[in-house]
Nanobody, 116 residues
Framework: QVQLVESGGGLVQPGGSLRLSCAASGFTFSSYRMRWYRQAPGKVREFAASINTAGGSTYSDNSVKGRFTISRDNAKNTVYLQMNSLKPDDTAVYYC?????????WGQGTQVTVSS
């Protein structure tokens, strides 16, 4: 019954901003670390950012850091990814993830396209 539903993706010009949302249900949201991954065309899925139960964040080693901000609203069972200064290389399907009792759960993904 775990469900993750991403939204907020779309077409944006280079330098623009976008905020992704992941609505979670079917588990005690506040008790779990939440993660964002992304998968660019022709590439493997890669980690982008995560946030722990206390609100502490972790980012990938690539260009994500400094431009992306992950946050969560436990009252709304939602995790966000604020993306600024977007680049064409950020074009990817973005996925929400949670690991519960050793099992990975994924949303359906939301497409982000950065292009002029």
């Amino acid at each position: 019954q775990v469900q993750l539903v991403e939204s907020g993706g779309g077409l944006v010009q280079p330098g623009g901003s976008l905020r992704l949302s992941c609505a979670a249900s079917g588990f005690t949201f506040s008790s779990y670390r939440m993660r964002w991954y992304r998968q660019a065309p022709g590439k493997v899925r890669e980690f982008a950012a995560s946030i722990n139960t206390a609100g502490g964040s972790t980012y990938s080693d690539n260009s994500v850091k400094g431009r992306f901000t992950i946050s969560r609203d436990n009252a709304k069972n939602t995790v966000y990814l604020q993306m600024n200064s977007l680049k064409p290389d950020d074009t990817a399907v973005y996925y929400c993830n949670v690991i519960i009792r050793g099992t990975d759960y994924w949303g359906q993904g939301t497409q982000v396209t950065v292009s002029s």
